[in-house]
């Protein structure tokens, strides 16, 4: 549950600023969700046009992210 409270807040910061964990970024009109130094995705108006995972963990948080942008439009 407290990764969920991370990446909403990853998805809404606007500036690259690397760290442990759940962080992201805007560049453009695209915003980055990483973990730890991983680009886990890549979204551009809301819709993922990158995604990777390496662990459980990764996957449920983009599943989590993806699910999170497309309902709070």
């Known amino acids: 549950m407290e990764f969920m409270k991370?990446?909403?807040?990853?998805?809404?910061?606007?500036?690259?600023?690397p760290?442990?964990?759940w962080w992201?970024?805007?560049k453009g009109n695209r915003q980055f969700l990483c973990?730890?130094?991983h680009?886990?995705?890549v979204f551009e108006n809301n819709e993922?046009?990158?995604t990777f995972?390496?662990?459980?963990?990764?996957?449920?948080?983009?599943l989590f992210a993806i699910n999170y942008?497309?309902?709070n439009i």
Do not use: H, W
């Open 53 to 62: 995972y390496e662990t459980r963990t990764d996957k449920a948080g983009l």
């Open 24 to 26: 992201g970024f805007r």
């Open 69 to 71: 942008l497309k309902s």
């Open 6 to 17: 991370a990446i909403v807040k990853a998805l809404s910061e606007t500036e690259y600023k």
């Open 48 to 50: 993922p046009i990158y």
């Open 39 to 41: 680009i886990i995705a």
């Open 35 to 37: 973990r730890y130094n």
């Open 19 to 21: 760290r442990p964990k």
